[in-house]
């Protein structure tokens, strides 16, 4: 969503957006703890930023001039040319880092079994507006698409300068993500792809009347769409992949459409560059930013602002790397749905310098390799990934068909761009996005549906601080990390100690995602409490501090330890605490043993407290999505789900009474689904601990 250091297009704010404009004595008060927040900043970030929203006040003024003079004449000055046919020519002849030529139907079905009928259902909804986007239900969204409009609260934002318009509102359910998702386009890029595989000039008259359409709804920063930088960013990677598919279609040979095409997607690069989203600490925003920029320099390829666009997008790229990713592999933000987009962003751009014969360095691609290693360990081997933080369902260059929380594409993608056979090995699944991204070859050397692939062993993941013990039936994942984004909370949740689980190929403990952001406060809020996470939660209190209307900002209180981790043949074994409640009047430090036995499928979790005085302790438990539990006798539940029965006990039975009810998971944006809850609670002294234990019915 937004980046939460501080987003480089917002008010000082720290969780990066925009409060609600309504006037009142609430609104300056709020506006005197933005600024006391920013006169706490290092001063040459107080600097920049006065200097950013000066220059913010003249764009007012200046954007539409810019926007204005960018003619046709004017375009094929900065790019070096003479005449559009020309330019045209010379960018469709340029290299790009997707396969866009040639594509052979017969090869893509026997690589892609199964893919070309789903990508001709996405495409027909396509052309007939009708997408599914952060929600459970496909809406159809008319003729006319609304580019301005959130189409489930019905809120709209008006025309108008980017600035001025407030797009969070915590008084209604308005979600802006809405509107900038839907403006993504990227739910037209099954339409490119079935123009590639049919020749069909329906899906090229389709994809041009909605960008034609897109582009006079939406002026130069003057809707809620240029709002925020990164959505700008993320259209020039749809719009230059349109481009390669279309390019030579009879539908794109008129000349005014080239060239308001081209003029709207130069300036998405020069908007990119002047409003960088850029602060102290840099996250998902400033990637995808400077992502944008290294596709538009180096799809228009010549003149002086492409060149610097290059130079800079990339210089920021190598920068953020290193800071946003630590030596693990794992993404800082402390959730695995952004770890996949920075992933990609960071990848892409890589991809597309390799096209062009640019250096890539080997620290960069080393990197990413951890990276893929990561996304190789958390993937479950029914292809899911952990719930783990915050999950918007980004992308970058979305081209597979896969599930939208199988990550195992981005490992093959990986091995196959830098060589690593290790995870062309691991990789699994859906082989489509290799094979729109690096060609049929390259797909060919991915492990086929019926080929078992070789998913990694138990890790640990230091840096980061998740760890996962696994085999080709069991996955447990463990979180004994930092609260996210450099202490600032971002996309991380009260999570520490908290775990995930999958016994002998069923999927047992969930965590309960994210589901929304601004359209319910409280919402927001629930889903990222401890209480919503399979950790324990002392005298009601929050692991990590909160602020109601901060959305993206936790207090850095949990400060996680590690004491042990061990795996082996026969188990696995985790200690981990954290400080959460170290600042209550009684301490108290959590501590957590884990085990899993590999031979038997088993799963023990131990709590135990340190500290002193008398506490309220709870322990939940939430059950994934089709898992029944039903108590079978003192002490002993009984867990059923894929016809399949576990055994689930806990003791000391007298001292922890245990309530069965209703939770909540939310596997994708926008999509909460009714769960067991399991909750185990105590009041008095922190002794004695909690151990349940939870194994197949016929374990020995």
């Not at 240029?226 to 390019?247: D, I, K, P």
């Not at 952001?517 to 399979?534: L, M, P, V």
């Not at 539990?629 to 007298?654: C, D, M, T």
């Amino acid at each position: 969503m937004v980046d939460h250091a501080r987003s480089g297009s917002e008010l000082m704010e720290s969780d990066g957006r925009r409060e609600a404009s309504r006037p009142g004595p609430s609104q300056a008060l709020s506006l005197a703890r933005l600024v006391l927040r920013g006169l706490r900043k290092p001063p040459r970030v107080i600097v920049s930023r006065v200097a950013y929203e000066v220059r913010l006040h003249a764009e007012r003024y200046v954007a539409p001039l810019r926007a204005r003079r960018l003619d046709g004449r004017a375009l094929l000055q900065r790019c070096g040319e003479t005449d559009l046919d020309a330019l045209w020519q010379r960018l469709a002849a340029r290299p790009y880092p997707a396969h866009t030529t040639g594509i052979d139907p017969d090869a893509h079905r026997r690589l892609c079994p199964g893919d070309e009928e789903k990508l001709l259902k996405a495409a027909a909804d396509a052309l007939a507006h009708r997408v599914k986007i952060l929600g459970p239900e496909a809406v159809d969204l008319g003729p006319r698409i609304d580019w301005l409009r959130d189409f489930r609260s019905g809120v709209a934002w008006p025309r108008g300068y980017m600035r001025d318009i407030a797009y969070v509102d915590a008084a209604d359910a308005s979600d802006v993500k809405l509107v900038w998702d839907l403006s993504r386009l990227q739910w037209l890029m099954p339409a490119g792809q079935a123009y590639l595989l049919s020749g069909d000039e329906r899906y090229a008259e389709a994809v041009r009347d909605v960008l034609a359409d897109w582009i006079e709804a939406n002026p130069y920063a003057w809707s809620v769409n240029w709002s925020c930088t990164m959505e700008a960013a993320l259209r020039v990677l749809s719009w230059t992949w349109f481009f390669r598919v279309f390019h030579a279609s009879r539908a794109w040979a008129d000349r005014g459409f080239r060239e308001r095409f081209l003029c709207a997607l130069y300036l998405h690069g020069d908007f990119t560059e002047r409003h960088l989203e850029l602060s102290d600490v840099n996250g998902n925003h400033c990637t995808a930013d400077a992502a944008g920029l290294v596709f538009a320099g180096l799809f228009f390829g010549r003149g002086k602002d492409p060149a610097r666009w290059l130079e800079r997008g990339w210089s920021l790229l190598r920068g953020e790397l290193p800071r946003q990713v630590y030596p693990d592999g794992v993404d800082f933000e402390a959730s695995l749905a952004y770890h996949r987009l920075v992933a990609e962003l960071f990848l892409l751009p890589a991809l597309y310098r390799q096209a062009c014969g640019l250096d890539v360095p080997a620290d960069y691609r080393e990197r990413l390799v951890a990276m893929a290693r990561f996304t190789a360990a958390y993937s479950r081997p029914d292809g899911g990934t952990p719930l783990w933080g915050d999950a918007d369902d980004a992308r970058a260059l979305p081209l597979g068909s896969q599930a939208l929380t199988d990550h195992r594409y981005l490992v093959g993608l990986v091995g196959v761009a830098f060589g690593v056979p290790e995870l062309r090995d691991a990789s699994a699944g859906s082989r489509g996005e290799a094979f729109w991204l690096l060609g049929p070859a390259a797909a060919e050397t991915l492990p086929d549906a019926a080929t078992p692939p070789r998913p990694p062993g138990s890790a640990a993941f230091p840096d980061g601080g998740f760890y996962v013990m696994r085999n080709a039936a069991d996955h447990v994942f463990v979180d004994c990390g930092p609260v996210g984004l450099a202490g600032r909370g971002g996309h991380g949740h009260n999570d520490c100690l908290s775990l995930e689980a999958m016994l002998d190929g069923v999927p047992l403990v969930t965590d309960c995602g994210a589901f929304v952001y601004t359209a319910s406060f409280a919402e927001r809020n629930r889903f990222r409490s401890t209480a919503f996470h399979n950790t324990p939660r002392i005298d009601g209190h929050e692991i990590n501090r909160m602020h109601p209307d901060r959305l993206w900002t936790l207090q850095n209180d949990a400060r996680p330890e590690l004491r042990a981790f061990a795996a082996g043949p026969e188990r696995d074994h985790f200690i981990g605490a954290h400080a959460g409640y170290s600042r209550l009047v009684s301490p108290v430090t959590p501590v957590r043993t884990i085990e899993l036995d590999h031979m038997r499928h088993a799963l023990v979790v131990h709590d135990s407290f340190e500290g002193s005085g008398r506490h309220r302790i709870e322990v939940p438990l939430h059950l994934a999505p089709g898992v029944a539990a039903s108590v079978r006798s003192p002490g002993v539940v009984e867990l059923s789900a894929a016809g399949r029965r576990f055994k689930l006990e806990w003791e000391p039975k007298q001292a922890w009474a245990l309530e069965i009810g209703a939770g909540r998971v939310s596997p994708s944006y926008g999509v909460a689904l009714p769960i067991v809850r399991l909750l185990w609670s105590r009041e008095g002294p922190l002794e004695p601990p909690l151990t349940v234990r939870i194994a197949p019915e016929d374990a020995t």
